[in-house]
């Protein structure tokens, strides 16, 4: 009866569903900047829900900043708009979460995080999620 039941779970186990959601998280840093972006993603659709992490890392007078990337069915990249981090260096991440929509499709995602003077951008780093 044990080798049974054991037979049974590992058949629950090898016939799981495979449409359900893989939980991603590209992440990277820069001088100065880190940050990651996640999203239970279900593969290509035209809608992604997500939340971003980020930090100003290095007291320096500058501010971090991050955005979300996506990549459509043609291989257009779209960088969408940035969020900043004015809270000064070290003092907590923050958080943002929305959602992105694209009637091409969203077939890749990541994270681009950067280290600003005003509006100039002095470095950045982009990790894509990898499914």
Excluded at 83 to 101: I, Q
Aim: hydrophobic letters at 40%; glycine letters at 10%; proline letters at 2%.
């Amino acid at each position: 009866m044990i080798g049974t039941a054991m037979g049974a779970i590992a058949l629950t186990v090898a016939t799981s569903n495979t449409a359900q959601a893989t939980p991603l998280q590209p992440e990277c840093s820069t001088t100065g900047a880190w940050g990651y972006v996640y999203a239970d993603w279900y593969g290509a659709a035209s809608r992604i829900d997500f939340q971003m992490t980020f930090s100003d890392t290095k007291a320096d007078g500058h501010h971090a900043a991050a955005r979300l990337v996506t990549e459509d069915v043609n291989g257009v990249k779209k960088y969408w708009p940035w969020h900043k981090d004015t809270n000064g260096a070290n003092n907590g991440a923050v958080d943002y979460n929305s959602y992105a929509t694209n009637s091409s499709g969203i077939f890749d995602w990541g994270v681009q995080v950067g280290r600003f003077e005003g509006s100039t951008m002095l470095n950045s780093c982009t990790d894509w999620a990898i499914a």
